[in-house]
């Protein structure tokens, strides 16, 4: 395996575990753990030591204060703490974020909630990471093909993405006050923040301010999703 490959695979598994850890833990959330972390092992994700915060979510005991953490958080203060893109900015342009995000997710084969299992909205925080990370393991695999107009592709889309939502998105959830004082999201978000930085690092990408939900308005242009509508699905 060469080394850019397995770098992509460790990023891939390091998205999935950030988007488990921004959704709320419900009852199959043990079992998910517990088969990202052995991929986390295989990888070598934590080959030097692990993010404090996962000793919270691998206790059973302490996993039930998350659970309560996270509606406090994210429930009650569901306005302030936004975990939805769309909740950022004005109202307007919320159909159009919507419709973005759905366009890059179609345009590559993820359709959430096509299983019958119930999903997230599709500008959720958590559903964001993981689109990135399936955008990860498309490129990995593709770089294993040796097919490098795909690789192209998915490496675009992975920067367009970055630069219109999940590297805006992260650092204002991130930079919420009261997800900062929170014991369990603050370092999940900050390690998550970490992720995305490094991501739009090694891209190049440098996103602009997303709005607060009090902020001011957004302009209403879809530029991202009109054009990965047109790439070819990769499944």
Not at 150 to 168: M, N, S
Request: include cysteine; hydrophobic fraction near 45%; aromatic fraction near 8%.
């Amino acid at each position: 395996m060469s080394t850019v490959h397995a770098d992509i695979d460790r990023q891939a598994v390091a998205f999935g575990l950030a988007s488990l850890f921004t959704a709320y833990p419900g009852v199959d959330f043990p079992a998910r753990l517990a088969g990202l972390l052995r991929l986390a092992q295989e990888t070598g994700l934590f080959a030097s030591d692990p993010p404090a915060f996962l000793a919270r979510f691998q206790d059973d005991r302490s996993l039930d204060d998350v659970r309560s953490e996270y509606i406090d958080v994210f429930d009650r203060a569901a306005e302030s703490n936004a975990l939805y893109e769309s909740a950022h900015g004005r109202a307007l342009g919320k159909g159009n974020t919507l419709a973005d995000v759905a366009a890059f997710y179609h345009a590559f084969g993820m359709e959430p909630g096509s299983d019958g299992t119930e999903a997230e909205m599709v500008d959720h925080v958590a559903m964001e990471l993981e689109f990135y990370g399936v955008l990860l393991l498309k490129q990995a695999y593709l770089t294993s093909l040796g097919d490098g107009e795909g690789v192209q592709i998915v490496g675009e889309a992975r920067r367009k993405f970055l630069d219109a939502h999940l590297g805006r998105l992260v650092p204002a959830i991130a930079a919420r006050a009261e997800v900062m004082r929170s014991a369990t999201f603050g370092p999940v978000f900050t390690w998550c923040a970490s992720l995305v930085q490094q991501e739009c690092g090694a891209l190049g990408v440098s996103p602009a301010a997303l709005e607060g939900s009090h902020g001011e308005a957004e302009g209403d242009t879809v530029e991202c999703g009109a054009t990965v509508a047109r790439l070819p699905v990769l499944s």
